[in-house]
C-alpha cells in the first residue's frame, strides 16, 4: 500500500519529501538498531521514485534571514506532552528532538539515542544516548532528563494528551549511567520505536518544567534546531536558530545549525487572508491551501504546491453513544443512511478531498478497502429506523417521543479550518430532513464541553498517526488514559481485538486483527467517517530545501530563502 505524493516544480524542494509509503507497515522487524545501522521500520509495500523522495541540495545554501510561515489555527500549547493538536506539532517539530527518528526509506535511525537493544523478552530497550547535546537553556541532555520527560508523561497530575496513548504500555525507565537508560514496557509493543520519533514524544528540558510548571507550553525548552524566542497570542509564534545544533538526523544534508535565522510561523484561520498573505509575500509559506485555489497555485509559475494524503484518522464525527437515543444501534444508523457525505465532500472540496469509508485513512497500514461503498444515503430507511425506536414526526417536522423532541448536539472547535462550519450547515439541513433537529455549538473549550461535560452528540475530529494503533485511543471503552472515549462505545470485543493490535508482532495477523476492528467500528455505527484531507503547503519559489515529513510537519533544518 502507498501513500499518493505529488510534488509540482520538484527542483524547487531540495531536500526530501517524506513519502507515506514509507511509514506504513508495522515494526515487527524493529528489534535493534545502531548508529552505523538503522533499523528497518518494515519493508514499504512499494518503493518511492527517487525523484518524490528526494533532490540534491545546493551547494550553496544562503544562511540568515526569517521565513514566514502561515498556519491555518493556533497552537493550544508548546508541551508536546500535553498538546494534542497537530498544528501545534508543526511548530513543535522544529523545537524539539526525540530519541530516534525515521528515515526516507523507512528505517529507525539514531538521533539522541546513539544506538539501542531490545531484551529478549522483547519488552525493554536500552538506549545509549548522545553526550554532547544541551537544551536551549544550557543545561545537559542525559539520561535522567529522558527518564523525567517520560515518567512526567505518564502521571497524571501532568494531564498528558496523544503522548500518553504512545506511551500506554510503559512501566518505568532505569537510568543505568549518564547515558544510559533502560525502558521497561509492561508487554510487547509493535509500535513503540516508531512512536519515539514522534514530536509527541519530544525531549523537554526537566529545569523549564520546573520553573514553568503547567505554564511550559508558554515558555518551550527543547534541544531542537530552533529554540522559542516568544508567542504573540493568536497573532505568531517566533523561533530563532539554535547557534549550538549539531546533532540533526543522519539523513538531513545538514547535521548543524539551520541556515535560518529565524522562523516566524503566523497564525491566519481565513483561508482568503492566508492566501492574500502569501501572494504578498507577507508570507513565504502556508498551508491549507482552500480547494478552490489549489489548481491556480498548482499552475502558477510564481509558487511550489505540495500535496500530501494524510496518514491516520480521517475527519469524522464521533457519535457520542452516552445518552439516548444515540445509545440504540438503529439510531446511529439512521444517522448512517441520512447524511450524503458524497455531496458534502464534492460540493465542498471541489474533488480535491477523498470520501473517508473507515476510521482509518487510505495510506495507513492496515486500512480495509472493502468498507468502499459499503453503503449509500437512503433518508427513506433512515426515517423508518427512526419510526421502529418510537421517534415520531411533530407537528414541526421534528421527530419526539415521550414529550422530548429529537434534538442532537453538534460541537464544533475548528470551524474556520477545511470548511467545517459548512459541514456542520449542511448537516444540520440533511438531519432535519428525516426529523432530526441539530443544535450547532461552536467553541475552543474542547476540554470542558467534549472531555468532561460529555455535552455533544457528534464530534468532529481527526488524528496524524504512522500507526493504526491509535485507533486505540479513540474507540477502546478506557479511551485515551485519563480521558474517556469520545463515542462511549462499550464493546468488550472491539477492546480485546484493538489490545490485540497493540502487541501483535506478526504483519500479516495484525493487518488482519486492524480489518477488523474497522468493520465492527463501521458495522456498529460508531463513527461517521467524513473525508480524507490532503496535507497541503503552497510556498514562494523563493523559499529552498523547504521539506515536510509524512504527517506534514514542516522540517526547516536545510531551508533557506534565495536572494
Not at 136 to 142: R, S
Not at 317 to 337: G, H, S, Y
Amino acid at each position: 500500500m502507498s501513500m499518493k505524493n505529488k510534488s509540482y516544480r520538484t527542483k524547487k524542494l531540495p531536500l526530501l519529501f517524506l513519502t507515506a509509503a514509507l511509514l506504513l507497515t508495522a515494526c515487527s522487524k524493529d528489534r535493534e538498531g545502531s548508529a552505523s545501522s538503522g533499523t528497518p521500520a518494515s519493508a514499504p509495500s512499494s518503493a518511492p521514485s527517487s525523484e518524490s523522495a528526494s533532490e540534491t541540495v545546493p551547494e550553496a545554501p544562503v544562511p540568515g534571514g526569517a521565513l514566514s510561515y502561515g498556519l491555518a489555527s493556533s497552537p493550544d500549547s508548546l508541551d508536546p506532552h500535553v498538546s494534542g493538536l497537530d498544528v501545534a506539532s508543526r511548530v513543535m517539530r522544529n523545537l524539539y528532538d526525540s530519541l530516534v527518528s525515521l528515515t526516507p526509506d523507512n528505517r529507525i535511525e539514531p538521533w539522541l539515542a546513539t544506538e539501542w537493544s531490545l531484551s529478549p523478552d522483547n519488552k525493554s530497550y536500552t538506549f545509549k544516548l548522545r553526550q554532547d547535546v544541551k537544551f536551549h537553556d544550557g543545561t545537559p541532555f542525559d539520561a535522567e532528563a529522558v527518564k523525567f520527560n517520560f515518567d512526567r508523561i505518564v502521571d497524571p497530575a501532568t494531564e498528558a494528551s496523544i503522548a500518553l496513548s504512545y506511551l500506554s504500555l510503559y512501566e518505568s525507565s532505569e537510568v543505568l549511567d549518564p547515558y544510559t537508560l533502560r525502558i521497561h514496557l509492561k508487554s510487547v509493543s509493535a509500535s513503540f520505536l516508531r512512536d519515539l520519533s514522534l514530536p509527541s514524544l519530544g525531549i523537554e528540558s526537566p529545569a523549564a518544567i520546573r520553573k514553568h510548571g503547567k505554564q511550559v507550553g508558554r515558555h518551550p525548552v527543547g534541544t531542537g534546531p530552533f529554540q522559542f524566542v516568544k508567542w504573540d497570542e493568536n497573532s505568531a509564534i517566533e523561533l530563532e536558530r539554535n547557534p549550538d545544533y549539531a546533532w540533526a538526523p543522519g539523513f538531513h544534508s545538514n547535521p548543524g545549525q539551520p541556515y535560518l535565522e529565524r522562523v516566524v510561523f503566523r497564525i491566519i484561520p481565513e483561508e482568503a487572508t492566508r492566501i492574500a498573505s502569501l501572494q504578498s509575500g507577507q508570507a513565504h509559506a502556508i498551508e491549507g491551501i482552500p480547494p478552490q485555489n489549489v489548481a491556480a497555485l498548482k499552475n502558477d509559475p510564481a509558487y511550489t504546491l505540495i500535496e500530501q494524503d494524510s496518514l491516520g484518522l480521517p475527519f469524522s464525527l464521533f457519535i457520542n453513544e452516552r445518552t439516548p437515543p444515540l445509545n440504540e444501534l438503529k439510531a446511529r444508523q439512521a444517522l448512517q443512511l441520512a447524511i450524503d457525505f458524497d455531496s458534502i465532500v464534492q460540493s465542498l472540496y471541489l474533488g480535491t478531498y477523498k470520501r473517508a469509508w473507515s476510521p482509518l485513512t487510505p495510506s495507513t497500514f492496515g486500512y480495509d478497502s472493502s468498507l468502499e461503498n459499503a453503503f449509500a444515503p437512503d433518508p427513506e430507511q433512515a426515517a423508518k429506523l427512526l419510526d421502529e425506536l418510537g421517534w415520531k414526526p411533530g407537528a414541526d417536522g421534528i421527530r419526539e417521543k415521550d414529550g422530548n423532541k429529537l434534538t442532537l448536539r453538534y460541537v464544533e472547535s475548528l470551524p474556520n479550518r477545511e470548511k467545517r462550519n459548512e459541514i456542520a450547515a449542511i448537516i444540520q439541513q440533511q438531519l432535519k430532513a428525516v426529523g432530526v433537529s441539530v443544535e450547532v455549538n461552536l467553541t475552543q473549550d474542547v476540554s470542558t464541553v467534549v472531555l468532561i461535560d460529555k455535552a455533544y452528540d457528534l464530534f468532529g475530529s481527526s488524528n496524524a498517526a504512522l500507526d493504526p494503533n491509535s485507533l486505540k485511543t479513540f474507540y477502546h471503552t478506557d479511551g485515551l488514559t485519563g480521558w474517556p472515549s469520545l463515542s462511549g462505545f462499550d464493546n468488550p470485543e472491539l477492546d480485546r481485538l484493538l489490545e490485540q493490535g497493540e502487541v501483535e508482532l506478526d504483519d500479516a495477523k495484525r493487518e488482519e486483527i486492524y480489518k477488523e476492528i474497522q468493520r465492527r467500528i463501521i458495522d456498529n455505527a460508531v463513527v461517521l467517517p467524513l473525508y480524507v484531507h490532503p496535507f497541503t503547503v503552497a510556498s514562494s519559489t523563493q523559499v529552498r530545501g523547504l521539506a515536510f515529513n509524512a504527517l506534514g510537519y514542516p522540517l526547516l533544518n536545510e531551508a533557506f530563502l534565495e536572494k
